[in-house]
């Protein structure tokens, strides 16, 4: 039987048990990043090779999490939950102990599914945890704990390769998923659904397949080209597997996703909105380096700091944001993130060779702070849609969105920029987009902002579309009470 009762007195020792696994996953993403150039000399390499210690991460872990979800959904999260911490923290070991490149991307790949465990369940553990009036603010504390780890991975991973080695990036996990396991064992509530439920696994393969076969297609692509046959292949094989889970889901008793949530438009409109924002900042954000680096003259730690602007603004608001839709409702709150976001977004887009570095931080100011104020209410609306006993795949969709929405940003946005650089440079660069001269690269850079305002603005369209149906019903629904009095 499931638990009926809940007890919200222990609500914040469950966010800290959930704190350890985001901050770990966090960290452990934007800390790799930084250790790269090192890699490459150390393990004798080169960054064709090396960037696989990154995407061999993001693929395992995209490509599993909506299967936990669903497992979760099934036979209680907490398991699972606990289990893919000590899964983490060994991947992390074996990854500190790897002798060569291809051992690190294997031991990656077991890091991963440990990180999938934890994160694909992290949001609807919080979402029990917390009772309904107060989950905006509880998510936005989740997003606070995001912004914290992507600050801190890049200094705390420079620190340890300066003063140690690159083998203590993964060491340092070690300490912390034990003390995140015993929290989790000791604090995580223990729900178990009710009745017997099958697992679909005919939907977890076909699914398990399309999404491997769209993110090497964008992951591949962004070095050989998307026209190439083999890229075309991988995104048909995407195609053809998506149609037939969807098949699969629509058939099935117990689907591993309920396709009939789709079905609450206002939900669609979150996920949508939310995937829309995580391709704009990923896509944005990986090409500012070069921008500040070739084109500003700025060196690494000054970049790194400056960075560092969009995601200290967007812990800050994250927690006020969730609160106050907490308050007021997530759907207005939403609307005016995103109209925060394309003021921002417009305002990068005037970016040019002359910009000091005042003029950066103003214009990187609203976009972390939009995407602060959208994403904890958005978060918050997307997990109460969902029955509680669907949490497990609501958290894993939301994080999926995060994940694919990075990577299609990425290889999309970067595709873009390359592109442009290309035109405005009237002329083709063996040595890519990133030896043209800085006018070509600042110019492609502008169109590469205009291309995510024009995102941006549809996002936000559909989201106040959103807030103007959210009111249209919440007016129907008062007139049915008054009839009804």
Known sequence: MQQSTIDYGRKWYVMAAVAMSIFLATIDGSIVNVALPTLVRDLNTDFATVQWVVLSYLLAQTTLMLGVGRWGDMIGKKSIYTAGFVVFTAGSVLCGLAPTVYWLIGFRVVQAVGAAMTLALGMGIVTEAFPPGERGQALGIVGTLVSLGVVVGPTLGGILIEALSWHWIFFVNLPVGIIGTLMAYRFVPDFKPSGRQQF????????????????????TGQSIG???????????????????????????????????????????????????????????FILLPFYLEDVLGYNTRQVGLLLATLPIFLGITAPISGSLSDRFGTRPITVAGL?????????????????????????????????????????????????RERLGIASSLLSITRTLGQTVGIAILGAIWAARVMVHAGRPLPGGATTAPGPAQVAGLQDTFLVVSVLIALALILSAWGLLKERRLQRLANWRLEIGD
């Not at 679909?200 to 076909?206: E, N």
């Not at 008793?253 to 829309?276: C, H, K």
């Not at 976001?341 to 000091?356: D, E, H, K, P, V």
């Open 200 to 219: 679909d696994y005919w939907g977890a393969v076909t699914l398990f397949i399309s999404l491997l076969a769209l993110l090497l297609a964008l992951t």
């Open 226 to 284: 998307f026209t190439q046959p083999i890229i075309l292949l991988l995104l048909a094989v995407f195609a053809v597997f998506l149609a037939i889970f969807i098949r699969v889901e629509w058939r099935s008793q117990q689907p591993m996703i309920d396709l009939r949530l789709f079905r609450n438009t206002l939900f669609s409109v979150n996920l949508i909105t939310g995937f829309i924002t995580f391709v704009c900042i990923a896509g944005t």
């Open 339 to 387: 109209a925060i976001l394309l003021i921002g977004y417009y305002a990068a887009s005037t970016f040019n060779s002359q910009t000091n570095t005042l003029g950066f931080v103003l214009r990187l100011i609203p976009i972390g702070i939009g995407m602060g104020v959208f994403q904890s209410p958005n978060n918050s609306a997307i997990m109460g849609a969902a029955p």
